[in-house]
């Protein structure tokens, strides 16, 4: 399977704990995403990352959500002191900037629920 | 205030029916429009892509229409199918640039579901 992979696909975790989630988007794809989905509702921005330069980040990442990706591959976005507003589902998507338009490729997310 | 609205929010039909969803939108300005399906406990999987010249594109029983003048696009869904139970997103777009960043914006989609 070629596709975008996250892992782990569920995280229960206490408040107040870390949490790192990893995503690995498809090879050839030289932008990455993250986005927070609550339920009933569509995905939220959160950052971007061109190779590996991290080029957005939306208002919604507090300074307890870090996202990197080293050597323009795989990302990791890992939330400190988790808050209970913290559960959602994370996405990762990936695309090809090939100057037109290319739609974004997800993963199927992680699910965190914090206790 | 979302500025990508969808309608309706659920949807129940029978299998081998046609239906259409909606999505009205103020993004500006327009680049391109997305329609994605979304499986319960899954990611989105891009159905269309439309940019402003464009006014239909199919995918299989998908067919999407866009009207760049009063802002709206629709998803017909043709002799539907239990596999087709879903949420059904508009993603709209905007500036030139090609959806890199914070350019997109997601509906809450349209919550279907495909009954026997």
């Known amino acids: 399977d070629t596709g975008v992979s996250q892992n782990p696909r569920h995280k229960i975790t206490k408040r107040g704990q870390n949490v790192t989630f990893r995503c690995d988007p498809i090879?050839?794809?030289?932008?990455l995403y993250w986005y927070r989905q609550t339920l009933g509702q569509g995905p939220e921005f959160l950052t971007y990352f061109q190779n590996e330069a991290q080029l957005e980040k939306s208002r919604l990442l507090s300074d307890r959500f870090s996202a990197e990706r080293p050597k323009g591959s795989f990302s990791t976005l890992e939330i400190q002191r988790t808050e209970q507003g913290d559960s959602a589902m994370y996405l990762c998507?990936?695309?090809?900037?090939?100057?037109?338009?290319?739609?974004?490729?997800f993963g199927d997310g992680t699910r965190l629920s914090i206790l | 205030k979302n500025q990508v609205e969808q309608s309706p929010q659920s949807l129940i039909i029978l299998e081998g029916k046609n239906c259409t969803l909606q999505c009205n939108y103020t993004v500006s300005p327009f680049s391109n429009l997305r329609w994605y399906k979304q499986d319960t406990g899954r990611g989105p999987v891009s159905l269309t892509i439309?940019?402003?010249?464009?006014n239909t594109k199919s995918n299989g029983r998908y067919t999407a229409t866009l009207d760049a003048d009063t802002k709206q696009s629709s998803l017909h869904i043709t002799a539907s199918q239990l596999s087709d139970s879903a949420s059904y997103i508009c993603v709209v777009s905007k500036g030139r640039v090609t959806g890199g960043g914070n350019k997109l914006t997601f509906g809450t989609g349209t919550q279907l579901k495909v009954e026997l």
């Open positions: 998507a990936s695309s090809l900037d090939t100057g037109g338009y290319q739609p974004q490729h």
């Open positions: 439309m940019t402003f010249s464009e």
């Open positions: 090879s050839e794809h030289n932008r």
